[in-house]
């Protein structure tokens, strides 16, 4: 059974810090891998989506990889923003179902 | 070409009372995944379906919980005798196929956040 962990589960940072998350599963054969971010109260909105055959997206100050062999993919935001503050969450799809990460609840402090 | 919608967004409920749960996935979409999210909690997978199929609902508590999708309208996740422990977001998102014919990039609904008093 596919097993998604985050890590940190938390992370504060101050404005205009550049941070990473993380995001391992334990089954590679996913077909594609997904982040978004969940606001207090909100539903998820997608961010970047990387299919099984690409290694990494960008969109603006945030870049996605994918390591299928290792298992893992690293979220990566540039400058960061108090309104970046937000839980992010990965997920990855095998055999049509989408496991989720607990996610990492980020605070960017001004 | 409108977002995934969901109604109720709140909905109260007493104990015992049935709880219906609605939602339409964007236009062109045949796949519809519920999920359920407790406070402070990840995502968890409840199920999947496709047009008139239950395709997956192995997250799906066995008993009070069913799920469908019919050929025409919205899906519905139905909870009938409703306890407190039921008390969550529960959102649906949906896909479209790719090209490799399985879902792809999942779009969610703002959720209906469910209260049992």
């Known amino acids: 059974k596919q097993e998604v962990t985050q890590i940190p589960a938390a992370l504060s940072v101050p404005e205009g810090e550049n941070l990473v998350l993380n995001c391992s599963f334990t089954d590679s054969a996913i077909y594609n891998l997904q982040w978004f971010r969940q606001d207090p109260g909100k539903g998820l909105t997608s961010l970047l989506l990387?299919?099984?055959?690409?290694r990494e997206q960008t969109s603006g100050r945030l870049n996605a990889s994918l390591d299928k062999s290792s298992g893992r993919s690293t979220l990566y935001i540039a400058a960061s923003q108090p309104g970046d503050s937000a839980t992010y969450l990965c997920?990855?799809?095998?055999?049509?179902?989408?496991?989720f990460g607990s996610g990492t609840k980020l605070n960017v402090k001004p | 070409n409108a977002g995934v919608m969901q109604n109720p967004r709140h909905l109260v409920r007493r104990r015992g009372q049935e709880a219906r749960l609605r939602c339409s996935p964007m236009k062109g979409h045949s796949h519809v995944y519920w999920y359920r999210q407790l406070p402070e909690e990840g995502l968890k997978f409840m199920v999947y379906?496709?047009?008139?199929?239950?395709?997956?609902e192995s997250g799906m508590p066995k008993e009070r919980f069913s799920a469908e999708f019919p050929k025409e309208g919205p899906s519905i996740l139905r909870i009938q005798q409703v306890v407190r422990g039921d008390s969550a977001a529960y959102f649906c998102?949906?896909?479209?196929?790719?090209?490799?014919?399985?879902?792809?990039?999942?779009?969610f609904g703002p959720g209906t956040r469910l209260t049992v008093t």
């Open positions: 998102a949906s896909s479209p196929t790719g090209t490799s014919g399985f879902p792809y990039e999942q779009y």
């Open positions: 997920a990855v799809e095998n055999f049509n179902k989408f496991y």
């Open positions: 379906l496709q047009k008139e199929n239950i395709i997956d």
């Open positions: 990387i299919q099984s055959s690409q």
